[in-house]
């Protein structure tokens, strides 16, 4: 199941079209994409036993590029990023893969949907295509083994980040050079985890004006998912809504030689295998 915030409601995307949640539910369901993330499993037991009508035939590859597409979660408790967690990555940027996960956030105020507008703060504003968790339910010191079933969905994300800002002072601080607006966005729809086997083996690519930067697998991740939730679990409490940003494979701005970063007009175009696609272009801010 595919649940979009189109409009500020909570839309289900099928094949045939778009389902509005609280309308075909007759209010068993919230039309509010925050509130429902806490009972997914719920609603996507709903949708299967009772086949709802399409209320509008928007198709999904026409849903994808809808100017009015939100983050497929608004107001998350809290957002939790990972740095240098594919091995590759690790390699192109000349460091050692860590031995625990690297943790930094990305601010609430930056979240924005998939087709937002993003701004060049900076001469060395870069990209990081994301594979994004989105927590399904609140717990502490979660298994390894059970992680998952913590899982509401997945999504993908955008990391950008302007370096100047990332790698300003000694030590570096991540979390505000992540954080300008619409510098997290998020979407197309969050995907069920029902619908994802595996995910640490989904194809991950970024293309920048057409040319692909980054092409790889989450399975070069150097931590999983089902370890990164552990871990984050093991200090914070995780609560549904909560997103995590797992980790940019190899291809960034920064790992080229020379080094090639956003400016004004530059068309972002993410994907992951399975979950869609994001569109975003660059402007002067």
Partial sequence: MRVANLNGRATIVTDAGLIDVERASNGAFTHD????????????AWFETTSPSVTESLRPQEVLRDPHLGPVVTTPSQIFAIGVNYRAHAAEMGLTPPVTPMVFTKFASALAG???IIPVPSSSTDWEAELVVVVGKRGRHIPVETALSYVAGYCVGQ??????LQLRGTPAQFSLGKSHKNFAPVGPWITTRDEIADPNDLRVTCDVNGHRFQDSTTGDMV????ELIAYLSSICELQPG???FTGSPHGVGQGQHP??????????ETAISGLGSIRNVAYDK
Avoid: E, T
């Fill in 114 to 116: 998939a087709n937002a």
């Fill in 159 to 164: 990391d950008f980040s302007d370096r100047d």
């Fill in 259 to 268: 080094p090639v970063f956003l400016k004004s007009g530059d068309l972002i």
């Fill in 223 to 226: 931590f999983s998912v089902p």
């Fill in 242 to 244: 909560d997103l995590i």
């Fill in 33 to 44: 994409v925050d509130r429902l993330i806490s009972c997914i499993d719920d609603l996507a």
